[in-house]
């Protein structure tokens, strides 16, 4: 029997969030049933909600930082059992035979990952929706390869933005090595960017945020910031100059990027996190001077996010939340456009019962 579940869905690009009931397929042996406590809302659904990038489909459940409790498992699962308190990020399948895929990076399988929301559901048979249903919703059903452990030290609420922001600063971070000595600079302190500021000054880099106001500034220092500066300070930015050894770029808009490459030190990279899809205006000479870098950077593999929601427990590293009831969904949207949150909105799933 597929499994009834009760949601919040996009159904145009202009149209608010609605509830919206669905099923889900019922577990096959390799799936474990999950109840959904928490949805971080990611600025990612925004744009999906929004069709930036073209292709988005509707009745859209967004959602891709899920947190909750195991309800079922299938009969091959041997490393998750009911009551376990477990999390989903934005994938849910890969093909798991590509170099990426074996090498423990299913977000760059070459055929494509299959996204927790938004993507063709190859079990579209069983669970009667075309596409895949994020974690606005009450219930999820995930192949077991796709589901993490969330440590019992870190609350579910303020856990679940690790499954999507909270990898896709620890990636990068891991990748340029980030440790003791190491200069970061991290732009924009939103959702991902307040995550970026609390891993790299746990690994012991010296870090920096430049954010568009100077309203953030007291927050930045105490997530561990040292230096804080306003990015159309045009002083400020010139005494920064050949300074970071990686800018962390969280900005979720286009925006001018030249001055930020002056902020590299030699050999220095500048990550593009943020899913702008316009082109960027980038010189030729300010790379080649300081052999400077820009790269971009997906999400993180499975094994990856497992290893992030260690690290994050051990240093005692969590999203800062303001957790919201699914009828305020709108509200957050509308806040979320205008960078207005701290730092992440966290739908409270129990909350269903009132509205859907
Ligand atoms: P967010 O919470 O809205 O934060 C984005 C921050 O960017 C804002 O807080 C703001 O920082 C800054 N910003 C926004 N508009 C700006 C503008 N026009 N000029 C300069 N700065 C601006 O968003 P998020 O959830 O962190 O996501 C950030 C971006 O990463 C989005 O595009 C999202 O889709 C993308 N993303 C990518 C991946 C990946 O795998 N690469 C994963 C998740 C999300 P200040 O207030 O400090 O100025
Ligand atoms: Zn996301
Ligand atoms: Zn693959």
């Known amino acids: 029997m597929p499994i009834a579940t009760r949601a919040f869905a996009a159904t ?105 929301y938004g993507a063709k559901d190859k079990h579209a048979e069983l669970s ?20 993490v452990r969330i440590p019992d030290s870190l609350p579910l609420d303020a856990a679940a933005p690790l499954l999507c922001a909270g990898i896709t600063t620890y990636s990068p971070l891991r990748h340029w090595k980030i440790g003791p000595g190491s200069r970061v600079a991290v732009v924009g302190l939103g959702g991902l960017g307040h995550m970026a500021v609390k891993q790299a000054a746990a690994m012991g880099a010296e870090v920096t945020v430049l954010s568009t106001s100077d309203r953030k500034k007291a927050d930045a220092e105490r997530m561990g910031a040292k230096h804080f500066l306003i990015n159309s300070d045009k002083a400020a930015m010139k005494a920064a100059a050949e300074s970071f050894d990686l ?42 001077w300081r052999r400077r870098s820009v790269a971009g950077s997906l999400i993180g593999g499975i094994r990856e996010t497992q290893e992030m929601l260690d690290f994050c427990a051990e240093h005692g590293i969590a999203s800062d939340i303001e957790v919201i009831a699914p009828d305020q969904i709108n509200e957050a949207y509308a806040r979320l456009e205008k960078s207005d949150v701290r730092y992440r909105f966290v739908i409270d799933m129990s909350k269903l019962d009132h509205v859907a």
């Open 247 to 288: 800018i962390i770029n969280t900005v979720s808009a286009t925006h001018e990027i030249a001055g930020h490459l002056q902020l590299l030190a030699h050999d220095g990279t500048m990550v593009m996190l943020g899913l702008t899809t316009e082109g960027l205006p980038i010189f030729a000479m300010p790379l080649l």
């Open 12 to 116: 145009s690009a202009e149209a608010p969030l609605t509830p919206y009931a669905f099923t889900r397929r019922d577990p096959l042996p390799d799936d474990v049933a999950i109840d959904i406590h928490f949805a971080g809302i990611c600025h990612s659904d925004l744009h999906m909600v929004h069709n930036d990038m073209g292709g988005t489909r509707y009745p859209l459940v967004p959602g891709h930082e899920i947190a909750g409790l195991v309800t079922a498992v299938g009969a091959n699962v041997t490393r998750f059992k009911v009551g376990d308190r477990v999390g989903v990020g934005c994938m849910v399948d890969s093909c798991r035979t590509c170099a990426p895929c074996r090498a423990g990076d299913e977000q760059y399988c070459v055929p494509g990952m299959t996204g927790t």
């Open 128 to 147: 009667g929706e075309a596409i895949t249903q994020g974690g606005y919703a009450d219930k999820i059903v995930v192949d077991q390869a796709f589901v």
